[in-house]
């Protein structure tokens, strides 16, 4: 299973666009890129999922290179409600996903 | 999406107790289901991976005569904790997938246990 790599916190304001990136240099042929926010006391939420180029949904967009060793996940205008931890996993789906340490993103006023 | 279900939401047990938590989908047949565990500020750790009417396939470092799985139908699958204790106090939460519809995880909303 692929691992991934991802900034341990980040910090925005809202309004903003929050950008994350997650590095998955050995990804298979046969895995999806898969995006998961997760709030206190609850379980994680499916975002967004993609396989190649740019995927966008009414949340959020990812972005995949040709190469597909890392994806971006965009975030445009942020408010105070998307304070979260967020998870990029790699896996063939929907097979067992391993979570990694996540990204805990925190929006300011 | 889907929808899973945990039930219950929150247990309090003392120390040598059982404890049952059930995860039902909702509004799809789940071949596939599997249970995590998290500790506070820690990321979900995969305990283990359940298929209907087979043998639950557990993580290395799991035990599985302490952590119970059925998974007895496409849309039920139960973890028993047995004989808990202290260290067992954590965050339960199920997802379920392999639905031909959908191509990702769905996940429940998690069951708090504390055993005192």
């Known amino acids: 299973l692929a691992k991934t790599t991802q900034p341990i916190s980040m910090d925005s304001y809202e309004g903003q666009e929050v950008n994350i990136t997650c590095s998955h240099n050995n990804i298979a042929t046969n895995d999806y890129i898969t995006w998961y926010q997760q709030f206190p006391s609850q379980g994680p939420r499916f975002i967004i999922q993609g396989y190649k180029t740019k995927v966008k949904n009414e949340v959020a967009s990812l972005f995949i290179p040709a190469d597909r060793k890392s994806s971006t996940l965009s975030l445009p205008r942020v408010s105070l409600s998307d304070t979260a931890v967020y998870y990029c996993l790699v896996g063939e789906n929907p097979n067992k996903l391993i979570f990694g340490a996540g990204t805990r993103l925190a929006v300011h006023p | ?116």
């Not at chain 2, 945990?6 to 247990?11: E, G």
């Not at chain 2, 938590?21 to 991976?49: G, H, N, V």
């Open chain 2, 1 to 116: 999406g889907a929808v899973v279900s945990q039930h219950p939401s929150w247990v309090i047990c003392k120390s040598g107790t059982s404890v049952k938590i059930e995860c039902r989908s909702l509004d799809f047949q789940a071949t596939t289901m599997f249970w995590y565990r998290q500790f506070p500020k820690q990321s979900l750790m995969l305990m283990a991976t359940s298929n209907e009417g087979s043998k639950a396939t557990y993580e290395q470092g799991v035990e599985k005569d302490k952590f119970l799985i059925n998974h007895a139908s496409l849309t039920l699958s139960t973890l028993t904790v047995t004989s808990a204790h202290p260290e067992d106090s954590s965050f339960y939460i199920c997802s379920a997938g392999g639905s031909v519809a959908y191509n990702e995880q769905f996940f429940g909303p998690g069951t708090r246990l504390t055993v005192l």
